[in-house]
DNA sequence: CCTGAAATATTAACACTGTTAAGTATATTT
DNA sequence: AAATATACTTAACAGTGTTAATATTTCAGG
């Protein structure tokens, strides 16, 4: 069935029109700013014909979401190459906060808002291959920093997350600018890596220390 | 000048009916279904009289992050009988985690959304009593805790962005459920508590560990 | 080639949102 | 009593996501 396929393809052809559109948006105005009209606009369809192939509004922020977590994932790839688990789980967290603040844009869709989540939620067999992927890799190297008696032992989900909720607060907290109390403006960068850099430095319970 | 007294009253009366809808509909509802239209509705005036009384939305919304505060602030009375510091900044955190779960509509304007960031950021002063008052807490408690040789000395801001950054990314990463995919939604708490008591096992550098 | 059905796209509308300009009614001052 | 100042409302602007009904296009079978 050449036809079938055809059409197959063409679907798949504006969807990604539609997406390509959201990015532009998002990327430009911010995704508070995306909206079907706009989408509609750009793509110039009109805006019911979104919904032939997406769900919602909620089922596009959710691909952006994707987009997101693609863009995170690669940034990963220098950890690898270091040994110490402990130094890993710092570079990792460096990476997480680098991420954060070049693209608030995306953090906020992938670690803040309601929209991915609610679509996540929606979904049947709700895999979100991306987002396990990254946590996979957090808790494994905190096992390691475990098993090699590097920090403190203790449950390794518990851990994760006060690690993650570390750097995700930091980020969260930062972008939503509520450290200008705190710290001058310009400061805040350098004072959220040195309290990283502290934070390591107490969990290092090596004789060796980095 | 007896007039313009009772005039003034009449205003801050107005004023207090519009807080009081919305804040009914932010309790009832949520935050987000908080509009212009429903306050007015509930007190039984035009949409538009609101606006002679408040700038915009975000002045309201920054009111009601106000009262979020002071009820957070109540909240840390039971810190003071407690004599180690380090105990002292666990119960703090205990606190904080336990208002974020118990008010996450709350916890979201405080914490999360921009909106009455925006507010503070367009205030002439931009001074913010209730939300520096609890990080001058959080700050004291961190010094006295280097002082004692509790914890690792080190800028006293950064600790507190680290420790703040810990406890605000467990409460908002839980209720944006970033968590479901780490663990049973049911054992979330329990192990976000596990994670703050295995931090401040891993800070407790003192000899006779609390 | 033509007809009927299926797929695709559009128009119009619903029920909202924050916000503003212009007009009205009431109260106070001159 | 007329003029002014205050308080409030109506109507409108410019948008939002989403749906029902309608129109257009595409394509298989007769």
Redesign the interface.
Known sequence: MGITERKEKQKVEIKKKILEASMKLFIDEGFEKVSIRKIANIIEYSPTTIYLYFKDKNEILFELCEEGFILFEKLNSNLSKISNPLSRLHKMGENYVGFGLQHPEYYDLM????AP?DRL?QMNDGK?IH??RA?DLLRSIIKECMTKKI??K??I??????V???????V??AI????????DPEKVVE??H??????M???D?SKNKI
Chains 1, 2 share one sequence.
Request: glycine share 10%.
């Open positions: 670690f803040i808002q309601n989540m939620a979100w987002g396990d946590l920090i403190k203790g449950d989900n518990s851990v994760s997350m006060a993650w909720g570390m750097v995700h607060g930091l969260s907290l939503r600018k509520r450290f200008t109390k705190l710290v004072t959220m040195q309290g990283i850099s502290w934070m430095k107490t969990m319970q």
